[in-house]
């Protein structure tokens, strides 16, 4: 069973507009959660990460919401660029014998068109 | 460049084989992880070695086999292999202590069991 769920495999979005990718969660055990960005031929790269003591946390272009109480998580992306053009991974953390592995979800493929 | 380097990047090989993967974490990251993408999944953990120690084990098959060496490398022995084991294989790296949730991937293997 899949505790980390991207439901959309792929959101394509004009340049300049908003990108909003989801993800939910089934483990409320979870309390860490990171987005990671994927190119072709490359490994993910880690993007933002919230705690669940938050709501929500922006960098730059980037803001991951967290709303606990239905478990689910959102990416915005604001303006998007072509170049944010790649593979969206959620993945959600919480204490498992003290390692806090991250379980990842199936990636979304977000395209931004010129 | 996220700093961790992977050796091959491609491997094909024939059912029934063996072959290692090798991983470099970065400089001064104790934690080495191992994944597994096969196409339209996301990451499944394999195995987390901190330090030379085994710390944490996921879906990892028993025909599997990793270790980390004192020098913090890491390979990853797959073996009778099958077709089903074609999938990329990424090594992440995390700094000191274990709640490490940023993980620094490398660029991956591509294994093909033919």
């Given at each position: 069973d899949q505790q980390v769920k991207q439901n959309s495999p792929s959101l394509s979005v004009q340049e300049g507009r908003i990108s909003i990718l989801n993800c939910d969660y089934t483990n409320s055990m979870f309390d860490y959660f990171l987005w990671y960005k994927k190119y072709p031929a490359e490994g993910p790269t880690f993007l933002i990460s919230i705690s669940s003591i938050k709501d929500k946390n922006e960098d730059g272009r980037f803001t991951v919401f967290l709303n606990k109480s239905a478990k689910h998580l959102s990416l915005h992306i604001?303006?998007?660029?072509?170049?944010?053009?790649a593979v969206y991974f959620c993945a959600a953390s919480g204490a498992s014998g003290g390692s806090y592995i991250p379980t990842f979800g199936r990636g979304t493929s977000l395209i931004v068109h010129p | 460049d996220s700093g961790v380097t992977q050796t091959p990047k491609h491997l094909i090989t024939a059912t029934g084989q063996r072959v290692t993967l090798r991983c470099s974490p970065r400089s001064g990251d104790l934690s080495v992880y191992w994944y597994q993408q096969s196409l339209d999944q996301g990451l499944q953990f394999l195995i987390q070695y901190y330090n030379g120690e085994e710390r944490a084990k996921g879906n990892i098959l028993e025909r599997f086999s990793a270790q980390q060496f004192p020098d913090l490398h890491s390979e990853l022995n797959l073996s009778s292999l099958e077709l089903g084991d074609s999938a990329l294989y990424f090594c992440a790296s995390s700094g000191p202590g274990t709640r490490s949730y940023e993980q620094y991937f490398g660029p991956g293997t591509r294994l093909t069991v033919t």
């Open positions: 604001v303006p998007s660029q072509p170049g944010d053009s | -």
